[in-house]
């Protein structure tokens, strides 16, 4: 199996009958994560895109699936991509002349601040899902005193639970403490948000099988 594919990526508005735009994707890319990309490129929201792998002029292969990988469709080199955009408001066919409008093409750190974005919405989705398939940790309760055991040779810490619940951005439940000493790595909030309050390098989050109660 190829390392990368080439494929010509052709859009049913901007370019409907080629040339299209010359492209790289690793094998492992899933349809989503492929989607993204064209919406970097085309501006077409991925709920509004439906993929085409052309392999001949008269034979086409549907790409539905959002977490097969490219390798699934094993596109020969060069082959077109083409993208059908299904959104009813478009309003980009209408324009006479597309040579003439500027193309804007959004970073990937831009597009990855953006609130409400189809990738932020697979990311609350999935960690929504893993949640469910993890059950939640009632048997530790906020005030609780818990041992986080040491590894490789590093000391137990002794610490109080302040929060039990899900962190943004991170997969399932979690475990915030108060350290007794300085051996923690924030002070109770993970990028800007607040979950509990306590002095700087006091706190942090483990899993729930990573703390043991006291008796």
Known sequence: MAETYRVDVTHSVLCPNGPGNRKTFPATITIGALKEKIHLFFGTDPQFQKLELRVDGNTTVE?????????TYNPADYQELHVID????NQIGNLQDIS??????MSEEA??????TYR????EETRQKQQAEEPFPDHIKVGDKVIVPGTEGAESRNGTVAYVGAVDGSKGFWIGLIFDGPNGKNDGSVKGKRYFTCEPNHGGFVKPNKVVLQQ
């Open 111 to 116: 597009y990855s601040q953006r609130e409400n």
């Open 100 to 105: 003439k409008v500027e193309k804007y093409v």
């Open 120 to 123: 932020k919405h697979k990311e």
């Open 63 to 71: 790409m539905n699936d959002d977490n097969a990988t490219l390798a």
């Open 86 to 89: 299904t959104d009813p408001s």
